[in-house]
């Protein structure tokens, strides 16, 4: 699949959607190459609350760490494009204006990526998920290459619908749940503080915000006992 | 060549027919199609008529004016019509006369209700459906040498098109209901991680004990595994799962 083009790969995947395959049948790392990115995440949207990672590049920390970062601090492309149904795009992130997102830009920048795109997965005037994509090096993303992530954005849809919705419930086969841990951690924390599982989840963003961690290194020190949480830290 | 005044209602009446929003109603759709007919063609009046395709009964029925309303009706109840044989068949049906064979032979009933009202010939074409009901549209003329060939292909081309905007509704409303599915799996997902966590930490359980104590529970009350996680998940433990002893 290496040398594979473009045209073909969108092909083949078009061809996959069409007999009924899933988004197994999409290598995130391929996904990225083809398209002229560093990482592409996509998430699919609970009945509440914010966008659920369901697909990445298991060898790349990038596009994860920074869909985490928004889920942390309620803020960023996904969240926007999620909640908007528009496409999201910032060409450079070390020089776009703080009023955008206060809190992701600068940590964002903290990290090799510079600019993104958040696409919206609209069924109608549904909005199912969001496919973002991360590049490294600064400046707007050319037509071309707009399109063809709409493109792939379309397919990508087809694939997420066939996932089979008992594996995903129980977490037996199916896609990923990046975030399970998270909120596994906000039943930990709801037991031990007799708290909510919202306020639960609130702590964790927060705690991982105060001290810069991944939110799923705040919910494994959570659940392995390293990490108290009570008002004192 | 230059372009007739015609032909640029025909490709508006097209457009109108395909480029619809979203949610529009199938109903209203198939009466602006028989409307477009009547405005293109040389007939009195167009109707349609939808049928389930397993029962054969009228699930849609609509038509330009109240006069053909009343014919379209009037096949379904008599269950007997050109509109009827041409959704049935998915055939279309060339122009037959009323006044006398083969039209007369072939509905004895409809075609003297058809005349009482001044129509002197039908014809008919398939309207190609989604969720494979079947539909035909009829029409309905009073000087039937105003029709040709060429006419039966536009009202052909015109039923098409509404069948496209149809079946592309079909298609959206069919993967709402998956989405919709998808989204509620993900909902439970996430209520059956945290109610992990309630019991790991009430229980002091790894998370793969939590998640089989949560299943074995759920399956042997019969009860919904996403319900009692849920229930879990608000911190409303049931007592018999702290204490398996009872």
Redesign the interface.
């Known amino acids: 699949m290496a040398r594979d083009d473009l045209p073909g790969y969108l092909q083949r995947l078009r061809q996959a959607a069409r007999t009924g395959a899933d988004l197994s049948a999409a290598q995130a790392a391929d996904a990225a190459r083809l398209l002229r990115l560093d990482a592409v995440t996509l998430s699919l949207l609970p009945t509440r609350g914010p966008p659920e990672l369901l697909w990445s590049d298991p060898a790349d920390a990038l596009g994860r760490a920074l869909e985490d970062l928004q889920t942390t601090l309620g803020e960023g492309p996904t969240l926007d494009a999620a909640r908007t149904g528009q496409t999201v795009t910032e060409a450079d992130l070390s020089t776009a204006s703080a009023a955008r997102w206060p809190l992701f830009t600068p940590a964002a920048c903290d990290t090799p990526a510079r600019a993104v795109i958040a696409h919206p997965l609209l069924l109608g005037v549904v909005t199912a998920g969001v496919l973002t994509g991360y590049r490294i090096t600064p400046g707007p993303l050319p037509a071309r290459q707009r399109q063809e992530i709409t493109r792939f954005a379309r397919i990508a849809l087809d694939l997420l619908l066939h996932t089979p919705p008992h594996a995903l419930a129980t977490g037996t086969g199916g896609p990923d749940l990046h975030r399970a841990e998270v909120h596994q951690a906000a039943g930990v924390l709801s037991v031990r503080l007799a708290i909510s599982i919202d306020d639960a989840l609130l702590r964790l963003r927060a705690h991982a915000w105060r001290h810069n961690q991944a939110l799923p290194d705040v919910a494994r020190a959570v659940i392995t006992g390293h990490l108290r949480l009570d008002s004192h830290n | 060549m230059p372009t007739t005044d015609r032909e640029a209602r025909i490709a508006d009446a097209v457009l109108d027919l395909v480029h619809r929003r979203?949610?529009f109603d199938p109903l209203e759709l198939l009466h602006d199609l028989t409307g477009q007919v009547v405005a293109l063609l040389q007939v009195r009046c167009a109707g349609v008529t939808v049928l389930d395709r397993d029962t054969h009964e009228p699930v849609h029925v609509t038509a330009s004016d109240e006069l053909c309303l009343a014919l379209e009706q009037e096949q379904s109840a008599l269950g007997e019509g050109p509109c009827i044989d041409s959704a049935r068949a998915r055939q279309p049906l060339p122009v037959t006369p009323l006044t006398g064979p083969p039209g007369s032979v072939r509905w004895p009933r409809f075609a003297p209700y058809a005349r009482r009202a001044g129509i002197t010939a039908v014809a008919a074409v398939s309207l190609g459906l989604p969720q494979m009901a079947l539909g035909g549209m009829n029409l309905m003329m009073t000087h039937p040498a105003g029709v040709s060939d060429q006419d039966l292909r536009l009202a052909r081309t015109l039923a098409d098109a509404a069948a496209v905007a149809l079946a592309h509704q079909q298609q959206?409303i069919d993967?709402?209901t998956?989405?919709a599915?998808?989204?509620?799996?993900?909902?439970?997902?996430?209520v059956?991680?945290?109610?992990?966590?309630?019991?790991?930490?009430?229980l002091h359980l790894s998370?793969d004990e939590a998640f089989q104590r949560l299943r074995v529970h759920a399956r042997s009350r019969q009860q919904k595994?996403?319900e009692l996680a849920a229930r879990i998940?608000?911190?409303d433990v049931p007592a018999e799962l702290l204490d398996p002893s009872q």
């Open positions: 979203a949610d959206l993967k709402d998956v989405l599915q998808l989204q509620r799996a993900l909902d439970s997902r996430l059956i991680e945290q109610a992990k966590g309630v019991l790991s930490a009430s998370m595994l996403t998940a608000r911190g």
